[in-house]
């Protein structure tokens, strides 16, 4: 590629320093908020620098949850992020590995691709890595990129080095680069502390990058003098140190970043006018304001319990998390999430009681299966309004045959390969699968609702259709179609079948204020403006009670 050659595209680079878990995610997907709200078509992508092909594999305590697009494909949790603050879906071109991109030179060195040539970092991973950021590029007026790691890190080195390369390819007028830094606060002497910042901004010089704005994320908005002083050592303009202080909550960013103009910076770099103001972006930024201002806290409490292994990390269930604030900011109250650790639950040391709501969301593995078994037959019989997720239907499952259609022990194969009753069991596709990675039911199924039952109202609320639904899945088992005339007589109702019957994807308990659970996960599709209805259900029935 030649330089100059690729003109059309709009690039803005994110990388980030000192410390990791800073925001990236949100700071990009809240940039995305606002150029949105300005008219532009906005896509984000996040490069990860580990070698995984995807998140997938990995354990939710070391890198949160795994989020699953519509097209099925397991990404991090970033993507999460951006789906949701820009009320748009993404597909798997958006999530980009250090594994994928030297998966795809090597089998193109092995196909012969390069006959004759010695593969190297440059030009050809970085080159991978450049074409996969442009493809997406073009699909939008404006690309926000977000680099994975921390500079310094030796695994970002060909992605920052790829992002460097773009600049002379798309022309400075093009890309634009941006550096979240962490500005800790002293409380013993009472002052802000820049030299994280400097070796940061000095770091990514020494890499050829110069950045044009450096976000600082710090406990308070940052004083003048200590912006002038990042400005002046970081060699930026003193209006591109832009202070992102902590907020109550996340979707206060955009509002946050508004206020210093940095949205603006962003299009001035990059050449681009203001406005691009069309009906549909300014629908959007109503509905978000509307949405960010029904965040405030409400009189109205509820206590909203999370029931699941990984709760030490609450990045595990971050969907799920944000769904409940979706759903209750709509119904204007306000829930306090209470973690429950499902194994204190086998313990007997869990406090149920106090919840007013119960969700046992998805999950792997048989550690804590028990409790989330007793903490669900707890919330049928106390009528305390649950959603189950995933594993969480299939422990609704399991609970309802041992405990009333007096299937004892009945069990998921996934648990218990012996069991007399295997009311969850694999697909027959599934079976003797030896690979663990990208082998699941993933992504996009339809769900036909039947009519008149809890779920297809609560759709119908929420102006969904009541007769099909799509919604993302996540999972390897199924419900055993040999118990289902069992579970029916027992008062069970399967309100949501795959099309030809074969799968169940919703259950309802109907003598029950709230008893529903899923085999897709909702969580993936709520959205600020549009929070998932049977989330709305949940808060909806937990306020009544
Ligand atoms: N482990 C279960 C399965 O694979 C549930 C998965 C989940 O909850 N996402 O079917």
Redesign the pocket.
């Known amino acids: 590629m030649m330089p100059g050659k690729i003109e059309k595209v709009k690039i803005v680079c994110l990388t980030g320093g000192v410390i990791s878990s800073l925001g990236k995610g949100i700071t990009a997907a809240a940039l995305g908020n606002l150029l949105k709200r300005r008219g532009y078509s906005i896509g984000i992508m996040k490069l990860d620098p580990y070698i995984n092909l995807d998140p997938g594999t990995m354990s939710p305590f070391q890198h949160g949850e795994v989020y699953v697009t519509a097209d099925g494909v397991e990404t991090d949790l970033d993507i999460g992020h951006y789906e949701r603050f820009l009320e748009t879906d993404f597909t798997k071109s958006h999530n980009v590995t250090a594994g994928q991109i030297y998966d795809s030179v090597i089998r193109r060195e092995r196909a012969g691709d390069y006959l004759g040539k010695t593969v190297q970092v440059i030009p050809h991973i970085t080159d991978e890595i450049k074409s996969r950021i442009l493809s997406v590029a073009k699909n939008f007026d404006l690309l926000i990129v977000e680099i994975g790691g921390t500079v310094g890190d030796i695994e970002s080195l060909p992605f920052l080095e790829a992002i460097r390369q773009l600049k002379r390819e798309i022309g400075q007028k093009n890309i634009a680069y941006l550096h979240l830094t962490l500005v800790p606060f002293l409380e013993t002497t009472g002052e802000f502390k820049t030299k994280p910042t400097q070796h940061s901004v000095a770091s990514l010089r020494e890499i050829g990058i110069h950045p044009d704005v450096v976000l600082c994320r710090s406990k308070k908005n940052l004083d003048e003098e200590v912006r002038e002083k990042i400005s002046l050592f970081g060699d930026v303009e003193l209006e591109s140190v832009v202070s992102v202080p902590d907020v109550s909550s996340i979707y206060n960013v955009p509002n946050i970043l508004k206020e210093s103009g940095f949205d603006i910076r962003v299009l001035e770099l990059l050449s681009l006018p203001l406005e691009k103001t069309n009906e549909s972006a300014e629908k959007f930024g109503k509905e978000w304001d509307k949405f960010a201002s029904s965040l405030l806290p409400h009189e109205e409490k509820i206590r909203v319990g999370i029931v699941g292994k990984y709760v030490g990390l609450h990045d595990a269930y971050k969907s799920v998390a944000e769904a409940v604030v979706h759903a209750s900011a709509k119904k204007n109250v306000s829930s306090e999430l209470v973690w429950i650790d499902s194994e204190a639950v086998e313990r007997g040391i869990a406090d149920l009681a106090q919840l007013d709501a119960m969700i046992v969301p998805?999950?792997?593995g048989e550690r804590g299966v028990e409790g989330k078994i007793t903490a669900i037959k707890y919330a049928r019989e106390n009528s305390l309004p649950f959603l189950g997720i995933?594993?969480g239907l299939?422990c609704a499952i399991t609970e309802f045959a041992r405990n009333v259609c007096m299937l004892p022990g009945a069990h998921s194969v996934?648990f218990d390969e012996e069991t007399k009753y295997p009311v969850i069991h694999i697909m027959d596709a599934q079976k003797g699968l030896k690979q663990k990675g990208g082998t699941?039911r993933l992504g996009v199924y339809p769900c036909r609702l039947r009519k008149n039952t809890i779920a297809s109202m609560a759709y119908l609320k929420a102006d969904y259709s009541e007769e099909e639904v799509f919604e993302r899945h996540?999972?390897?088992?199924e419900v055993n179609n040999a118990y289902r005339d069992r579970l029916a007589e027992n008062g069970m109702i399967f309100s949501g079948l795959s099309p030809d019957g074969l799968l169940v994807e919703i259950i309802e308990l109907p003598k029950h204020k709230y008893f529903v659970a899923t085999q897709f996960h909702p969580e993936f599709r709520s959205r600020p403006t549009s929070p998932h209805p049977l989330f709305l259900g949940l808060i909806e029935a937990a306020i009544k009670k």
């Not at 996540?474 to 088992?477: I, K, L, S, V």
Request: glycine share 16%.
């Open positions: 998805g999950g792997f995933c594993l299939q996934e699941m996540r999972h390897r088992y």
